[in-house]
């Protein structure tokens, strides 16, 4: 199971990114996705997650500003980011809760896309 994000970049402040990330390979299922960004010197942390359902989570510090979306047929995530600021320049990473087989899954990452943000 691989799983490809893609659509990093420079952008200003107040510009937008749209990244998306693919799974592929044997998948069974797939449950939540979602995205993750690690700034540099900081820890991982949560930026949004979906349910297969489309049920949303949001970090506080995103909320309006980014949309998480899914397309469940093409094993697809993506992150939509408006009103982006300085602050928001990380490594984005997706991630996806799947199977491979009946009750044998785990947590899979991608490898990672950097979003800079100038000021």
């Known amino acids: 199971v691989q799983l490809q994000a893609s659509g990093g970049g420079l952008v200003q402040a107040g510009g937008s990114l749209s990244l998306s990330c693919a799974a592929s390979g044997s998948i069974l299922s797939i449950n939540d996705m979602g995205w993750y960004r690690q700034a540099p010197g900081k820890q991982r942390e949560l930026v949004a997650t979906v349910t297969s359902g489309g049920v949303t989570k949001y970090a506080d510090f995103v909320k309006g500003r980014f949309t998480i979306s899914r397309d469940n047929a093409m094993n697809t995530v993506y992150l939509q980011m408006n009103s982006l600021k300085p602050e928001d320049t990380a490594v984005y990473y997706c991630?996806?809760?799947?199977?491979?087989?009946?009750?044998?899954?785990?947590?899979?990452w991608g490898q990672g896309t950097l979003v800079t943000v100038s000021s």
């Open positions: 991630n996806a809760s799947l199977y491979i087989r009946w009750r044998e899954g785990g947590i899979y």
